[in-house]
């Protein structure tokens, strides 16, 4: 089966009857949509913009093929000038957006799309889709990482992910948010993340002693010697591994480090540290993986567990807490009117707006302002930046070092009070009343 995780019909089938009824309609004034977040879940100060480039990617290269197309006629829901209208269809609007790795709140944008109104509908479930997961895991990652400052942090989870793609993006979410690297190999291909691996215990089970398997891996891999210590007896098998590294060491291999993946972790890292220190080991570290997140992660370095690094997975890449963002795409603009949505609890604020950061006298964030675009600009950086104009990018692609730089910055910079302050400007607010008192 071939990728179709490009495809335009990879949306939600409402986009395309919309299309159609704009069309019959002659529908075609510029729109303006922005996408948010509502709320903030459970245990975040902050989320973290993630899924720009996968987004921009996507609508650079947006077409209707002739078998989407004919499968489409087959349906017998779209009239045949509609579907003529598709074959040529493009997107040339205008994207703004805050760079990948921004910190944000709720009911700031994230990013605006201006476009011909059929061209900035079509996109939304796609956008949603890209720009939503990365978030969210973005956003669950960054939390292990504040949680283990100085400890290696390996993205572990592709396998229980959510399909394929998730995976992927999963792994260059962490890396974005501050992991050291992936266990996912073409992660590493794609995006240039470093990989990790150590083994299995089917390894160690395959092999007629625990011993034999450490030695016949660590000559395999003798520059990434890594060793599961679990798989029988963890304290016996780092005996084990103390009286096999002298031996390996002659030959000019290293052990560099012992893996738990089960059990009392705390208690078993403090034994294993025992056994090696007490063999002269002191050089050979100690990396836990088994059902990680900022959580255990907290607990166990506050227990003083002598452990250097993590391989954290499936709570992280599928963001178990909190696994989704109440995150939308909406209409603020059409035909130069500004639109509002009222409905109880969903209400949006109107028109074209900026989101503004401010910051307190010692460099930290201080509070951000959303206002509109055209009214005096308040004190403070604008955070929505233009990436694409008439459907060409603006500049280079900015590379996911440079994100992940972006996001270390930010951190360092975060405030030490909560919650944070986000201000709607006045402008803002009476535009919405404005529109409040209106009849529809």
Avoid at 104 to 123: D, G, K, M, S
Avoid at 192 to 208: L, N
Avoid at 237 to 260: D, E, F, T, W
């Amino acid at each position: 089966m071939s990728d179709s995780s490009g495809s335009v019909l990879l949306t939600d089938w409402y986009q395309l009857t919309m299309l159609q009824a704009y069309f019959d309609e002659g529908m075609a004034e510029t729109a303006v949509f922005e996408c948010f977040v509502r709320s903030l879940p459970p245990g975040r100060d902050f989320l973290i913009a993630a899924g720009l480039e996968q987004l921009l990617q996507y609508v650079e290269t947006l077409r209707f093929t002739p078998l989407e197309l004919d499968w489409l006629a087959g349906q017998h829901r779209f009239k045949p000038a509609f579907l003529d209208y598709l074959r040529d269809f493009r997107f040339c609007g205008d994207i703004d957006a805050m760079p990948e790795g921004t910190l944000f709140y709720p009911n700031e944008p994230i990013l605006r799309v201006t476009a011909p109104i059929a061209q900035a509908q079509l996109i939304e479930s796609r956008l949603i889709n890209l720009v939503h997961f990365q978030t969210v895991v973005a956003s669950k990652a960054v939390r292990c990482a504040l949680a283990a400052p100085g400890k290696r942090l390996v993205d572990f989870g592709f396998r229980r992910t959510h399909g394929g793609e998730a995976g992927l993006m999963a792994a260059r979410a962490c890396y974005l948010a501050g992991y050291d690297g992936t266990a996912t190999v073409q992660a590493g291909m794609r995006f240039g993340i470093p990989v990790f691996g150590t083994m299995a215990h089917s390894y160690v089970e395959a092999h007629a002693t625990e011993v034999e398997a450490f030695e016949h891996f660590a000559r395999s891999q003798p520059d990434n010697v890594v060793l599961l210590i679990d798989t029988y007896d963890t304290e016996a098998a780092a005996r084990k591994v103390a009286a096999l590294a002298p031996r390996l060491a002659q030959q000019g291999i290293r052990i560099g480090s012992v893996r738990l993946d089960s059990g009392d972790l705390a208690a078993h890292a403090r034994a294993v540290r025992a056994i090696l220190d007490a063999a002269g080991q002191q050089g050979i570290g100690i990396f836990c993986s088994g059902n990680l997140d900022e959580d255990e992660l907290r607990c166990l370095l506050a227990a003083g567990a002598p452990i250097d690094g993590f391989g954290v997975g499936t709570r992280v890449d599928t963001a178990c807490d909190s696994p989704y963002l109440d995150c939308v795409y909406k209409l603020q603009e059409y035909a130069g009117t500004a639109r509002r949505k009222r409905s109880t609890g969903k209400a949006t604020w109107p028109g074209r707006k900026q989101v503004y950061r401010c910051y307190a006298a010692d460099g930290r964030f201080d509070h951000d302002v959303v206002a509109l675009l055209d009214e005096p600009p308040p004190a403070g950086e604008p955070l929505l930046q233009s990436c694409m104009r008439q459907g060409q990018r603006v500049g280079a692609a900015v590379t996911l070092a440079q994100s992940r730089d972006h996001v270390a910055a930010q951190l360092r910079r975060l405030p030490a009070t909560r919650p944070y302050r986000v201000e709607i400007s006045p402008a803002l607010q009476d535009l919405a009343q404005q529109l409040d008192r209106e009849e529809h």
